[in-house]
């Protein structure tokens, strides 16, 4: 009897401290930074859909290091005894991804929305530019060099109006720059070359006058 | 005596065995990163940029998920398996939808390329029929730069096109497109023009 009493102790002892055991290693097992790495990841990708990797692209870079980093630690802590895992270095680097990320995506829509306003000024300013060219000086004795800068700055022009209308707004201000470079050199020559000409045609004028009264004393 | 000892034995090969009971599926994972791999070759981020970004995304979910099971005292992947199975669902899908875009571009650039060439001839055959003189002479010799910076566009294209950067070359052929068809116009109306 007395040893039925000591074995039903012994079960119910081992059927309690079983699980105690287990909840308390559960407790002291050093918790993962599961929430902070979740935020990591969202913003991450917040910045990605915000085209960060385009318009903010260093910032984009760090928020993307910094995870990375956080990745790599976390892994390593992973190889650890369960017990003695520390992942302090995992939520600083976590935290900096994030942070690094709303700053790249708050950038990247800055930068979206002036460029998208600078290319659309300068294609209009540029529409200007190529109309007087094509009103002054299609029919105007240009230099082979000139045409062919004309030429090119118009063809530019038009793929950075394509590239502007699909929302390569990064691509079109480089097609922009070149095209406004072209056009714009190339006008100001043939406007200096046209203003020469015309400095020049009062003496033209007067040296014509003088031919015809000189024929005229004959 | 020797049945405490078993028992407590007994206890703790239980605990060992819960805490090690999940394994990562680590051919699932092999296999999803093979197909986003195969789908980044398949230039899904240039054809299909949306699509593809979200299945990276999904991928970094998974790696996390898989590193908070493993910080774990009992790890349960089950969850995660049917994410991989997902996700890799997807990643097939994005290459595939990869492969269709770029045919589609593809086949949108040899349609433009075979226009501006018909354009490009036109536009010689007009030049030959357009009003001279001499302001007339300056005009065409403008057109004529430009039809040569068009058919300069059409090779950079045609190049682009040679290397499989179809994206590119439909660009480059579009705007060339629209400054021939310009000509052309100028070019009709000057000899509309002359005939009035």
Same mark, same amino acid.
């Given at each position: 009897?007395?040893?039925?009493?000591?074995?039903?102790?012994?079960?119910?002892?081992?059927?309690?401290?079983?699980?105690?055991?287990?909840?308390?290693?559960?407790?002291?097992?050093?918790?993962?930074?599961?929430?902070?790495?979740?935020?990591?990841?969202?913003?991450?990708?917040? *910045?990605? @859909?915000?085209?960060?990797?385009?318009?903010? !692209?260093? &910032?984009?870079? +760090? %928020?993307? #290091?910094? $995870?990375?980093?956080?990745?790599?630690?976390?892994?390593?802590?992973?190889?650890?005894?369960?017990?003695?895992?520390?992942?302090?270095?995992?939520?600083?680097?976590?935290?900096?991804?994030?942070?690094?990320?709303?700053?790249?995506?708050?950038?990247?829509?800055?930068?979206?929305?002036?460029?998208?306003?600078?290319?659309?000024?300068?294609?209009?300013?540029?529409?200007?530019?190529?109309?007087?060219?094509?009103?002054?000086?299609?029919?105007?004795?240009?230099? *082979?060099? @000139?045409?062919?800068?004309?030429?090119?700055? !118009?063809? &530019?022009?038009? +793929? %950075?109006? #394509?590239? $502007?209308?699909?929302?390569?707004?990064?691509?079109?201000?480089?097609?922009?720059?070149?095209?406004?470079?072209?056009?714009?050199?190339?006008?100001?020559?043939?406007?200096?070359?046209?203003?020469?000409?015309?400095?020049?045609?009062?003496?033209?004028?007067?040296?014509?006058?003088?031919?015809?009264?000189?024929?005229?004393?004959? | 005596?020797?049945?405490?000892?078993?028992?407590?034995?007994?206890?703790?090969?239980?605990?060992?065995?819960?805490?090690?009971?999940?394994?990562?599926?680590?051919?699932?994972?092999?296999?999803?990163?093979?197909?986003?791999?195969?789908?980044?070759?398949?230039?899904?981020?240039?054809?299909?940029?949306?699509?593809?970004?979200?299945?990276?995304?999904?991928?970094?979910?998974?790696?996390?998920?898989?590193?908070?099971?493993?910080?774990?005292?009992?790890?349960?992947?089950?969850?995660?398996?049917?994410?991989?199975?997902?996700?890799?669902?997807?990643?097939?899908?994005?290459?595939?939808?990869?492969?269709?875009?770029?045919?589609?571009?593809?086949?949108?650039?040899?349609?433009?390329?075979?226009?501006?060439?018909?354009?490009?001839?036109?536009?010689?055959?007009?030049?030959?029929?357009?009003?001279?003189?001499?302001?007339?002479?300056?005009?065409?010799?403008?057109?004529?730069?430009?039809?040569?910076?068009?058919?300069?566009?059409?090779?950079?294209?045609?190049?682009?096109?040679?290397?499989?950067?179809?994206?590119?070359?439909?660009?480059?052929?579009?705007?060339?497109?629209?400054?021939?068809?310009?000509?052309?116009?100028?070019?009709?109306?000057?000899?509309?023009?002359?005939?009035?």
């Amino acid at each position: 009897m007395r040893k039925r009493w000591r074995d039903l102790i012994i079960v119910i002892a081992v059927a309690v401290s079983v699980p105690l055991i287990i909840m308390i290693l559960i407790r002291i097992t050093p918790s993962p930074p599961e929430a902070e790495m979740e935020n990591a990841i969202l913003q991450l990708s917040k *910045a990605g @859909t915000k085209r960060a990797d385009t318009y903010s !692209k260093k &910032l984009y870079t +760090e %928020a993307k #290091i910094f $995870y990375d980093s956080a990745m790599v630690n976390w892994q390593k802590e992973n190889k650890r005894f369960i017990f003695f895992r520390d992942y302090q270095k995992v939520l600083k680097f976590a935290e900096l991804s994030s942070k690094k990320s709303t700053q790249a995506a708050d950038n990247s829509v800055v930068s979206t929305i002036n460029l998208k306003k600078t290319n659309s000024e300068k294609i209009d300013s540029l529409d200007i530019i190529v109309a007087a060219i094509n009103k002054y000086f299609n029919d105007y004795p240009l230099s *082979a060099e @000139t045409r062919s800068r004309i030429s090119r700055g !118009k063809m &530019l022009l038009e +793929e %950075a109006r #394509i590239t $502007y209308k699909k929302g390569e707004y990064l691509k079109s201000n480089r097609k922009l720059t070149d095209a406004e470079y072209l056009l714009t050199t190339s006008y100001d020559n043939a406007l200096a070359n046209l203003k020469s000409y015309f400095d020049s045609y009062p003496l033209w004028k007067k040296w014509v006058n003088a031919t015809i009264k000189e024929s005229e004393k004959w | 005596m020797k049945n405490k000892v078993l028992m407590g034995l007994a206890a703790i090969a239980m605990v060992a065995f819960l805490s090690s009971c999940g394994k990562v599926p680590q051919a699932k994972v092999d296999a999803t990163n093979t197909a986003i791999a195969a789908a980044q070759t398949a230039e899904a981020a240039v054809y299909v940029p949306a699509e593809f970004a979200a299945v990276q995304d999904s991928m970094k979910a998974i790696n996390a998920a898989i590193e908070v099971q493993k910080s774990k005292l009992f790890k349960k992947f089950g969850p995660i398996e049917l994410k991989l199975d997902e996700t890799l669902a997807a990643a097939n899908k994005v290459a595939t939808d990869a492969v269709a875009k770029k045919e589609e571009v593809k086949k949108e650039t040899e349609a433009l390329m075979t226009e501006i060439k018909g354009v490009i001839e036109e536009n010689g055959t007009l030049m030959k029929k357009a009003p001279r003189g001499k302001e007339g002479a300056a005009v065409l010799e403008q057109m004529k730069t430009e039809m040569a910076t068009i058919e300069a566009s059409v090779v950079e294209a045609q190049g682009s096109y040679d290397k499989g950067a179809y994206m590119d070359a439909l660009n480059k052929v579009k705007a060339a497109k629209e400054r021939a068809v310009a000509i052309n116009t100028e070019l009709k109306d000057a000899i509309a023009k002359v005939k009035r």
